[in-house]
């Protein structure tokens, strides 16, 4: 599997922006897919996830209610939406697979990253 995310750039506090990661490979809709983000300095955190078949999504509290995480299988993408936007979501963001269906906030039952895209609020 190998994971390319993209869409990052630089917005102002209050705006949005929609990261896409497109994956290869057949297994795409049997995996959970997830985001997380990194600022400089810190861990990398949980953002979002959405398991294979997109019934099921789970947000970190800080981004409930402005970001939404989606996917489409027929195009082996997923999506994160991302409105109001607050400087202290700036941060690298990365997608993730994981083996199995279900979503998961857990960053180590993912096993494969893509690169990151950067996404940078000013306020």
């Known amino acids: 599997v190998q994971l390319q995310a993209s869409g990052g750039g630089l917005v102002q506090a209050g705006g949005s922006l929609r990261l896409s990661c497109a994956a290869s490979?057949?297994?795409?809709?049997?995996?959970?897919m997830g985001w997380f983000r990194q600022a400089p300095g810190k861990e990398r955190d949980f953002v979002a996830a959405?398991?294979?078949?997109?019934?099921?999504?789970y947000y970190a509290d800080s981004v409930k209610g402005r970001f939404t995480i989606s996917r489409d299988n027929a195009k082996n993408t997923v999506y994160l939406q991302m409105n109001s936007l607050e400087p202290e979501d700036t941060a690298e963001y990365y997608c993730?697979?994981?083996?199995?269906?279900?979503?998961?906030?857990?960053?180590?039952?993912?096993?494969?990253w893509g690169q990151g895209t950067l996404v940078t609020v000013s306020s």
């Open positions: 993730a697979s994981k083996w199995g269906l279900w979503a998961s906030s857990n960053r180590h039952e993912y096993d494969y």
């Open positions: 490979g057949r297994t795409f809709s049997s995996r959970g």
């Open positions: 959405i398991s294979g078949g997109g019934g099921s999504t």
